[in-house]
């Protein structure tokens, strides 16, 4: 981009505002060019990058739009060329659940996509893994840092002598007693858990540690029968379990050479595997942003939204959240739902959460960061709009609640309930069967996960540069009119599918930077 030409971008022609695209802002003064929106127009105020610009004069009480709806509604009259920043927006009230458009609205009919591939895991539940991993499943905080040191010992002392084994992790989580293990939300925390050790990145391998006295006891936590195939047992067997209150441990170092050795004989299953060549519908793509800015929902989100639509039709999964940034989108979604029955699931699933925030006495409206702010997104609704275009424009399929595993049988366009907060979200995808996560950032982050790789797609060009070796692809190129919404779908189903196949390393796999997992409790704790 031409750093000297003022760059206004406007996300429909019924829009009264435009952002800035130009690096460091526009000055006050400055006239718009013919050929962008607002052209001819005097700047009367200094407006930063990402923030956004009246197109005309709007008067007090009237909406302010951009993505063709009210983000707010003007507190004062607002002259044309003027900042429109957050404290000149009052925010629109939710709209209510009620008299929603239900499975309204025909998705594009689009064809096939047929012949892409990739190199994954197929594990004996038929799932597909993008990498292969053992990892260690964890019954209660307690045993965290044993399991720590464990995993260090394995690292050094096992994992050479098993190359075609990528990495060990233990799952580890704040929780096993503390909940109110029966209370009836507690099943999130719980399934969230169990479904995170099936993740198909862990081969049907289950390995668990125990302390012994937890309330969440390893055959609540993975009860028979409930999971399909476990390191060729029998589904009614237990899984091997270490247990560090068990009498035969002596002293710390029996414990830890007791985990280490338990994971002998799953290294050596995962170590005889071998990479194969399935059709790209194997994918089940988790995708989320964090860190937004106002780019976000002008070049990553649709550039993964194009990208969305183009894995749907190759017959993959696609998963997206965060309630709270589709709140303001409600309607869009229930008319976008395959079936009465998908779009009751989205009202179902959203007036939880509702509830869950009024409980808290706070509303949507906390979502919204300071860092989003700076950024020019001025409140919940601006970065809803935003956000929900990740999701392309397929018809959802299907909605799972928090913590929820898809079944084979559910493809395509999935709504995952789950909070927007990065690690809660990653942590649920990965519980409902994640095998990759495709993350956007304007104002930057450098979220990983150990569980799964992680493609960072950046908003912007500056913080591409600045974070060359952080970002796996750059959606600037969108601002700049370097590459077009769909070229960049292209491009990124493209980078998933050498990721998936372990042909390429994200950033965060090469750094290996792994954020911790956060289970979603809305139980009590005692
Ligand atoms: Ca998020």
């Known amino acids: 981009m031409n750093r000297g030409t003022p760059v206004t971008l406007r996300m429909h022609p019924d829009d009264n505002v435009a952002i800035v695209a130009n690096e460091g802002g526009l000055p006050a003064g400055c006239v718009l060019p013919p050929g962008r929106p607002g052209a001819g127009l005097t700047l009367r105020d200094s407006v930063p990058q990402g923030h956004k610009i009246s197109l005309e004069p709007i008067a007090a009480g009237a909406p302010i739009r951009r993505y063709q709806v009210p983000i707010g509604y003007a507190r004062e009259a607002i002259p044309a060329g003027s900042w429109v920043h957050e404290k000149l927006l009052r925010m629109p009230e939710a709209r209510a659940l009620d008299a929603l458009p239900m499975a309204s609205v025909q998705a594009p009919v689009a064809s096939p996509l047929e012949g892409y591939s990739f190199e994954g895991y ?233 509830r869950y925030l009024e409980r808290g006495r706070v509303d949507r409206s906390a979502n919204t960061t300071p860092g989003n702010k700076a950024g020019g997104l001025s409140n919940i609704v601006e970065k809803a709009m935003g956000s929900i275009v990740k999701s392309g424009s397929a018809s959802i399929d299907h909605v799972l609640s928090p913590g929820e595993k898809l079944r084979r049988d559910q493809r395509g366009l999935v709504f995952a309930a789950t909070p927007a907060s990065d690690f809660i979200c990653g942590t649920l995808q990965l519980a409902a069967g994640m095998n990759l996560h495709v993350f956007t950032t304007g104002r930057g982050t450098p979220y990983g996960l150990a569980e799964c790789p992680v493609i960072k797609v950046a908003t912007r060009s500056e913080l591409a540069r600045r974070w060359h070796d952080l970002m796996d692809f750059n959606a600037g190129q969108i601002a700049d009119g370097e590459l077009d919404i769909e070229a960049a779908g292209w491009a990124l189903f493209h980078l998933l599918l050498d990721v998936a196949s372990g042909r390429k390393k994200t950033w965060a796999e090469t750094w290996k930077l792994h954020n911790a997992l956060v289970l979603f409790n809305p139980a009590p704790i005692t």
């Open 122 to 354: 197929r594990n004996p539940d038929g799932s597909v893994g993008t990498r292969n991993i053992l990892a260690i499943t964890t019954t209660v905080q307690c045993v965290a840092g044993v399991v720590s040191l464990a995993v260090q010992r394995i690292r050094s002392e096992l994992l050479p002598r098993y190359p075609h084994v990528d990495d060990v992790v233990g799952l580890e989580h704040s929780y096993g007693c503390g909940v109110a293990i029966d209370a009836p939300d507690a099943v999130i925390p719980i399934r969230t858990l169990r479904h995170i050790s099936l993740n198909p990145n862990f081969g049907g391998e289950l390995m668990v540690v125990s302390l012994g006295c937890e309330k969440l006891q390893p055959q609540r936590l993975l009860p028979p029968g409930s999971f399909p195939i476990v390191d060729g047992r029998a589904p009614d067997q237990a899984p091997h379990t270490v247990c560090l209150q068990d009498a035969q441990h002596v002293g710390f170092m029996s414990m830890l050479d007791d985990i280490v050795q338990s994971a002998r004989p799953h290294l050596e299953r995962l170590n005889a595997r071998r990479r194969e060549t399935v059709p790209a519908s194997e994918l089940v793509v988790g995708v989320q942003c964090g860190g937004s800015d106002a780019f976000s929902g002008v070049t990553a989100n649709p550039a993964v939204g194009a990208m969305a639509d183009l894995l749907v039709r190759a017959g993959a999964t696609v998963m997206f959240s965060e309630n709270t940034e589709v709140r303001d989108a409600v309607e869009q979604l229930t008319g976008r739902a395959s079936s009465q029955a998908v779009a009751q699931a989205i009202v179902r699933e959203l007036d939880w959460y509702d």
